[in-house]
T-cell receptor, first 115, second 114 residues
Framework: KAGVTQTPRYLIKTRGQQVTLSCSPISGHRSVSWYQQTPGQGLQFLFEYFSETQRNKGNFPGRFSGRQFSNSRSEMNVSTLELGDSALYLC??????????????FGPGTRLTVL | AQKVTQAQTEISVVEKEDVTLDCVYETRDTTYYLFWYKQPPSGELVFLIRRNSFDEQNEISGRYSWNFQKSTSSFNFTITASQVVDSAVYFCALSEANGNKLVFGAGTILRVKS
């Protein structure tokens, strides 16, 4: 079974621009979560999508948004990029049962650099 | 609020030594889940183990073992006979029931020297 894939793997943007990152979950998985990893703040939860609906949200400004498609693929968008948005963005997929905590399997991440 | 503390920032050992990575958690939930992930230099988080709050049995998987103690809110990870390939950052994480939001510790960098 193929793992979680994320595209692109590396991205360089300038302040003020916007960016869209993509994540394809493991086949059969319906839940996709996004995390931001920075040296200063560590790994932080951004949001989770299940059945095309945002089910959980972390403590990030509204510039960070996401969506999920009917095939469970997910995208996250960051608008008006700031230098502090430079990070490794990790996507995780899980089975997505309706009322339990699943094991999350992570993709290789997208390394975003904001200049 | 949930919190995970990995007090060891970095550990260096020589190959074949045993090493224990500490993890202490805080939660007000009675049902919760604990995880360990490994992050090699490639960046991808690799799942190692998941444990729910009602299962305090220790677990062994090859050279890896985990000690879960609710009385001390700890979920420690031991690597026996460490190898150079074990060099990575190891994260302990906590999740409440009915949710997939992981709260991670700061991670422990493990360096295994030959």
């Amino acid at each position: 079974k193929a793992g979680v894939t994320q595209t692109p793997r590396y991205l360089i943007k300038t302040r003020g621009q916007q960016v869209t990152l993509s994540c394809s979950p493991i086949s059969g998985h319906r839940s996709v979560s996004w995390y931001q990893q920075t040296p200063g703040q560590g790994l932080q939860f951004l949001f989770e999508y299940f059945s095309e609906t945002q089910r959980n949200k972390g403590n990030f400004p509204g510039r960070f948004s996401g969506r999920q498609f009917s095939n469970s693929r997910s995208e996250m968008n960051v608008s008006t990029l700031e230098l502090g948005d430079s990070a490794l963005y990790l996507c995780a997929s899980s089975l997505g049962t309706s009322s339990s905590t699943d094991t999350q399997y992570f993709g290789p991440g997208t390394r975003l650099t904001v200049l | 609020a949930q919190k995970v503390t990995q007090a060891q920032t970095e550990i260096s050992v020589v190959e074949k030594e045993d090493v224990t990575l500490d993890c202490v958690y805080e939660t007000r939930d009675t049902t919760y889940y604990l995880f360990w992930y490994k992050q090699p230099p490639s960046g991808e988080l690799v799942f190692l183990i998941r444990r729910n709050s009602f299962d305090e049995q220790n677990e062994i998987s090859g050279r890896y073992s985990w000690n879960f103690q609710k009385s001390t809110s700890s979920f420690n990870f031991t690597i026996t006979a460490s190898q150079v390939v074990d060099s990575a950052v190891y994260f302990c994480a906590l999740s409440e029931a009915n949710g997939n939001k992981l709260v991670f510790g700061a991670g422990t960098i493990l360096r295994v020297k030959s």
